[in-house]
């Protein structure tokens, strides 16, 4: 019979290690709309929103430890031969005989464990000012968590595209060197008989060099664009498969109005924040009042003797005098309101310019691609007549390149004017305070209900 120990070691032999089960699953190809859902999950930068968001919650908590009361425990220890001390200790001790000597009462000591009840009954409003301004600075920290979660959604859809458009560059510098490798087959089967010079052959040669640089810099460009893409869903490194027809567009916004930034939100929550600052401060003006009861048991060693005692009462505080301070804490408060003030007014007018920017990009970007899907369209027929031509030997070699640049040339035209179309709309649903997409405004939007 198998014993415990063998059958312990079997099962850690069987059993996935705890570490690969918690690994996250990635999909075998990443679309746009999974990879910002994937970024908004796992990117540094949303753990930092998220901690910026609990360290504000954490402000409201202290801010309402004013409207509790406090109990503190106190205990102190003490021997002394001071008489004003050591008499006070022999009364409170139930020590006190006619024979003392008010002069020299001797040593005695003291240990007294007492506790103490507090509860502010008016501190001015600088209480509820704290409140409403931590509270304020929490909405402000959450519309911030968003601000950055829209900026991050918006540059992984920008990568993803710029990542399909050096696969569509590969394609057309793949189409040109398979291209130029035909043509120069042909001029050296040509020159090989005698009816092609040794010019035109090094010209195609030229060309075919070319082509095959550029696919490799193309290539080159794609892998730096993978990285950038996984960086940007917090991933070190990994495989970039993009699924087939990811390139699908958007939905196209009907509603321009940008009410819906998170910025025009959260610079109005650090207005009220300032506010409350600023009435915190003045404040400062008003009188606090404190109730407040207290029991303490004495204990002496000295002279073996205890007591008891308790007090309860109302205590106010009115500063009549502290060098200015408040008067300066009032101005300061006032001049970090009026900046936020202003701050919100820069904001809305950046965000205008954003709004109108976005707009004119997509508007270009969509009239570039009309254009250049026609130029490609007849590029291509064009590079098809003219290939027939050259191996007929109806065409010199210097026009076939020509022809096959402009095919090239177009092609790549083609390729940027769709990738800046779909990145100019991405940009506008950004600036118009949109999710990027439709399905994802639940879970783009979860912090804010968290």
Known sequence: MLGWRTIILCLFMVLPPASAAAEEVLPAAWTAETAVRFALAHSPDVKIGQARIEAAQAAITAERAAFFPRLDLNSLYSQTNIPMYSF?????????????????????????????????LFSGGRDWAGLDAAQAQELAARMERATMDAQLAFEVVRAFNLVLQQEGMIRAHQVAAEAAGAALAVAQARYGEGVMLKADLLDLEVQYASAKENLIQSRHALTVGQRVFLHLLGLASGEVVLESGAGAQQAVPSDHSPERRPELQGAEALIRAARGRARQATAGYL???????????????????????????????????????????????????????????????????????????????EERLRVSAKSVEQAQESARVNRLRFKEGALLTADLIAVENRLTEAMVRRTVAETAQRIALADLRRALGLPQFDADQAAGAAHKTE
């Not at 409170?92 to 103490?116: A, E, M, W």
């Not at 007591?307 to 408040?326: I, K, P, Y």
Request: glycine fraction near 12%.
């Open 88 to 120: 006070g200790n022999i009364l409170n001790q139930g020590k006190f005989h006619p024979g003392i000597d008010f002069n020299s009462p001797g040593r005695t000591d003291n240990l007294n464990l007492g506790v103490r009840l507090s509860y502010r």
């Open 287 to 365: 009188p606090t009042v404190e109730g407040y009861a207290g029991y303490g048991v004495d204990k002496g060693y000295e002279l073996d003797g205890s007591g008891d005692a308790w007090e309860a009462g109302v205590r106010m505080q009115l500063n009549l005098f502290n060098g200015r301070e408040t008067s300066a804490e009032v101005a300061k408060a006032s001049a970090m309101l009026l900046e936020a003030q202003e701050r919100k007014r820069k904001v809305e007018l950046a965000i205008d310019l954003e709004l109108q920017r976005a707009e004119l990009a997509l508007q270009d970007a």
